[in-house]
Each structure stands twice: as C-alpha cells, then as structure tokens.
T-cell receptor, first 115, second 113 residues
Framework: DTAVSQTPKYLVTQMGNDKSIKCEQNLGHDTMYWYKQDSKKFLKIMFSYNNKELIINETVPNRFSPKSPDKAHLNLHINSLELGDSAVYFC??????????????FGNGTRLTVT | KNQVEQSPQSLIILEGKNCTLQCNYTVSPFSNLRWYKQDTGRGPVSLTIMTFSENTKSNGRYTATLDADTKQSSLHITASQLSDSASYICVVSKNSGNTPLVFGKGTRLSVIA
C-alpha cells in the first residue's frame, strides 16, 4: 500500500527512443509533481499539476510531456531521449496546492539511463 | 537570489557519535524550512518542519534548530546509527510564487561501524 508509486524503477534505453514513466498516489492529494535528480543529487522541479491541470512547467524541453488522466495519476512521457536525460525522476504529491505546511510525499524514483 | 546552501557536502562518522548538518538560506519571504532524509534508492522523507517562530524541534534522535535572524538551520543527530546513513536535504518554502520550494543540494552522511 505504497502511498506514491512509480513504475518502472529502472529504465535503460537508447538515444532517440520514446519512453514513459507512470506515477500513482493513493493519498487523495490534489497536487502532483515531477522532479529530476541529477548525478549530484540535486532535486529540480519539472512540472506541477493541481487537480489534473498543469500549473508549472519549469523550462523543461518539450520532449517531456506530462499527462494527468485524473488527480491520482501523473505520467511522464519523454520523446527522442538524449544522454543528458539520464537521471533519477521522482514523482511527488501534496494535499493541496499552496499548502506549504504539508510535506511532499515522494515516490521511490525511476532511474533512467540513456545509452 | 533565493538560495539554500548546505554544509558539509559529505560527512563520515563512527556509529554512536553525534553530528550536525548546516543549512543557510537567502529565501525571502520565508514561510518554513523542512529537513528531508533520503535513503539510497528511495525518495526523500520529511523529518521535521521549522516555522518562523520555532527555534528548536526534536524528532527522536534528530533535533532541528532555526535562527530566522541569521537565516540558518541545523540538524543535529545524536548517537548515530548505521541506518542514519543517507542524504539530508534542506528545503525552504517561500510565501510567494508558483515555485515556492527552494532545495539545497543535500549533505551525504555515512555512518560506519
């Protein structure tokens, strides 16, 4: 009964391929996020969604396209993968947009390796 | 510029010893500061939150402090255990904007026997 679950945990693929990462939260939260953690372990926001609606796109290349079919799911599709896309991608959720007193609940990450 | 700086970058200590991790920030307007623990291969998990009026807060062997005047926070770990080996990330929330969270780069703590 993991609160925020991501699949797959590991993804190895070649340059130029298209891949998707899925995220689901069973916490009833309204807000979901995608973060990228680089090799130096720095977490950087990519997208923020509130009730299925995109709120923030932090200058992410348009090869990255998030999709939220409902507020419990936020998937990430990546086209034409590049070597620099190799990183760990974390999905996270929070109860309400703007509720800064609530912690982010993170999934366990998807390690993407592009060869 | 809104920034969060953590020190040291990495730290190795013997099991049973204490340690203190530092977080300095220039985020404004300040809302709160939260410490996360990230175990290897896992997502970050919140340890504690500090608001403007709080100076110190404990969560088991973890004690966080906040000095809002000097914009500094520390996380003190007492009687360290092997399971404390992790990255500790300081995150400051600001009271404005669509991207209110400012992340530090973390301190990598290794506790050895």
């Amino acid at each position: 009964d993991t609160a925020v679950s991501q699949t797959p945990k590991y993804l190895v693929t070649q340059m130029g391929n298209d891949k998707s990462i899925k995220c689901e939260q069973n916490l009833g939260h309204d807000t979901m996020y995608w973060y990228k953690q680089d090799s130096k372990k720095f977490l950087k926001i990519m997208f923020s969604y509130n009730n299925k609606e995109l709120i923030i796109n932090e200058t992410v290349p348009n090869r990255f396209s998030p999709k939220s079919p409902d507020k419990a799911h936020l998937n990430l599709h990546i086209n034409s993968l590049e070597l620099g896309d190799s990183a760990v991608y974390f999905c996270a959720s929070r109860p309400l947009w703007g509720d800064l007193n609530s912690p982010l609940h993170f999934g366990n990450g998807t390690r993407l390796t592009v060869t | 510029k809104n920034q969060v700086e953590q020190s040291p970058q990495s730290l190795i200590i013997l099991e049973g010893k204490n340690c203190t991790l530092q977080c300095n920030y220039t985020v404004s307007p300040f809302s709160n500061l939260r410490w996360y623990k990230q175990d290897t291969g896992r997502g970050p998990v919140s340890l504690t939150i500090m608001t403007f009026s709080e100076n110190t807060k404990s969560n088991g062997r973890y004690t966080a402090t906040l000095d809002a005047d000097t914009k500094q926070s520390s996380l003190h770990i007492t009687a360290s255990q092997l399971s404390d080996s992790a990255s500790y990330i300081c995150v400051v929330s600001k009271n404005s904007g669509n991207t209110p969270l400012v992340f530090g780069k973390g301190t990598r703590l290794s506790v050895i026997a």
